[in-house]
């Protein structure tokens, strides 16, 4: 064997043991990727089924919640907005019988009431002087919200003729 054939068995070996490094690299490699693989496969289906756990709780955690506050507010349950309902009625039925006993009562000393205000208005000489007095004191309540306005109006009046009188001796 020549020098050249050596050295051309020497590079072919060379190369083999190349490929055959490389080919080993692959299957470690490959095994490697298989259980990082499987690794991650199963840190995905511990953290799925740690989620769906989680997803429980908050499930019935918020229909504990739901549950509650319906309860408390009284929704959803018509035994309780029947009972609700009852006792509304019983009270609007209560107040009614109050409200028509104050009208009776009102229309029961209304009528002699207001033939009294019908004479005091008009007073003649021989009505006494409490009528009269109860009159007045009508007429005075009357009068006085007109007059509040009336003032108002006169003052207003006043200002806008002081107001012409000095802008006409200013104006020689």
């Known amino acids: 064997m020549s020098t050249k054939d050596t050295f051309e068995d020497m590079a072919r070996n060379a190369w083999l043991a190349g490929l055959g490094s490389i080919e080993s690299s692959l299957k470690v490699l490959g095994k490697s990727i298989d259980a990082a693989q499987e690794k991650s496969n199963r840190l995905y289906n511990e953290l799925l089924k740690r989620g769906e756990e989680m997803q429980g709780n908050i499930t019935d955690t918020k229909n504990d919640i739901e549950k509650r506050s319906k309860k408390f507010f009284g929704i959803g349950s018509t035994e309780l907005q029947e009972k609700k309902l009852a006792e509304l009625n019983a009270t609007v039925d209560h107040l009614t019988t109050v409200v028509v006993k104050l009208i009776e009562k009102r ?3 209304s009528p002699s009431v207001k033939p009294v205000q019908q004479k005091a208005v008009k007073a003649t000489p021989k009505t006494t002087s409490k009528t009269k007095a109860t009159a007045a004191t009508k007429k005075a309540t ?3 919200k007109p007059k509040a306005a009336a003032v108002k109006k ?13 802008s006409s001796k200013k104006a020689p």
């Open 107 to 109: 229309d029961a000393t």
């Open 142 to 144: 009357i009068k006085a």
């Open 154 to 166: 006169t003052a207003a009046k006043k200002s806008v003729k002081s107001a012409t009188k000095v």
